[in-house]
């Protein structure tokens, strides 16, 4: 038997309701259980079939809610996905669930973030493991099939486009999320040195940890604007001191080792990063050039087979860029990051890490022609 848990007092043994949770949302650490009741995909949708993939549970405390505004969103960590997640286990809908994690805002809407237990309350048993989910949503690349140069480019343009923007001063609880360190949830990996820090030890102070913009942000004078500048598909936690060498350099191979950040190789030009992170570095510059094309206003940014680009809307060198990118397949990390950024922040993704083949299409076949033409 269990406590019933109207008189929850947001212990394990007496969990709170779904109703406590909404009007707690206070950043604690509790245990809320409720009725599996859907997948949140926005603020206010909650689908009951045909599941997109395994991130999210709505919780209610009656099995046929139907009113989101009594429902609790519930991030699912990617350890709990395969167990949890609706589209690998659709029958558990209608199930009750006690879940420990924090109690804040997901999708906008009260939640409950970084889980640390889920359990089933119906018996002893989690549901199997499955196959993990597919890269991206279903029917998302749909109109990107069979093309390739410019109009594999104007296609992922008009996929990714019109992202939901957030500010500079958002990024950095962003950033927690998105470059979390799997081994430890308390921290953050930065990009250059891959050292594990303190989600809370970010600042302007030598080693602190900051908000490195890859595509540097003097490339087209966009600063920290919201837009390419607050783009969350190329910032990343990095060294402030390490941040400061790199500067707006753009990335070819060579140069002296970089005495802090071991593996990492500069000059007055360029920048060249750790060999497991180049392919990254490769695919945040190839997303860039393919969202800003210059449309709604916006800056139309370009790959180029150069180095010294100061303030124009360019970056290189692609040439580099494409080996890197051959040399540093596409790993996890990468994918839990594209995931964390279409679902709870800009809603886009980048299409280089779902579909690594296409780098080759988009480089060969448009971006060497195009870069060619820049620089003449």
């Known amino acids: 038997m269990f ?4 008189s929850g007092d947001e212990s394990v043994s007496s969990p709170y309701t779904v109703s406590q949770a909404i009007a707690n949302q206070d950043n604690s650490s509790q245990t809320v259980e409720g009725f599996i009741v859907g997948q949140p995909v926005s603020t206010t949708s909650v689908i009951t079939s045909n599941f997109p993939n395994n991130y999210a549970l709505a919780l209610a405390d009656s099995p046929s809610e139907t009113n989101i505004e009594e429902m609790i969103y519930v991030q699912i960590p990617s350890s709990f996905r395969t167990s949890f997640g609706l589209q690998s286990n659709p029958s558990i809908l209608e199930e009750k669930v006690r879940v420990t994690g924090t109690l804040t805002n997901y999708f906008a809407h009260a939640g409950i973030k970084d889980g640390t237990a889920f359990e089933l309350q119906t018996d002893d048993e989690q549901p199997p493991e499955t196959d993990p989910e597919t890269p991206s949503p279903d029917g998302y690349y749909d109109e990107a099939e069979g093309k390739s140069g410019e109009q594999l480019k104007s296609a992922l343009h008009n996929i990714i486009d019109d992202h939901t923007e957030i500010s500079y001063s958002n990024v950095w609880e962003a950033l927690r999320e998105t470059d979390e360190d799997p081994n430890n949830s308390n921290n953050v990996l930065l990009l250059y040195t891959g050292r594990s820090q303190g989600k809370n ?3 302007g102070n030598a080693d602190d940890w900051n908000r490195e913009h890859v595509w ?11 837009g390419p500048g607050t783009d969350l598909h190329h910032l990343r936690p990095t060294d402030a001191s390490v941040n400061s060498s790199r500067s707006n350099l753009d990335f070819d191979d060579g140069g002296s080792e970089h005495t802090e950040a071991s593996g990492n190789y500069y000059d007055s030009d360029s920048w060249e990063p750790r060999d497991s992170v180049k392919g990254d570095v490769a695919r945040m510059i190839f997303y860039m050039d ?36 051959e040399e540093d397949p596409v790993d996890d990390f990468e994918r839990r990051r594209n995931d964390i950024i279409y679902n709870d922040y800009q809603h886009n993704r980048n299409p280089f890490i779902d579909h690594p083949e296409w780098g080759e299409k988009f480089g060969i076949n448009y971006c060497w022609k195009n870069s060619v033409h820049s620089a003449l």
């Open 201 to 203: 030890e970010n600042g």
């Open 216 to 226: 540097a942000k003097s490339h087209g004078d966009f600063g920290t604007s919201m």
């Open 290 to 325: 393919v969202r800003y094309e210059g449309d709604s206003g916006e800056l139309d940014l370009e790959l180029n087979d150069r180095v010294n680009n100061g303030s124009a809307p360019y970056h290189g060198k692609l040439s580099v860029l494409l080996e890197w990118h």
């Open 3 to 6: 406590v019933n848990a109207s």
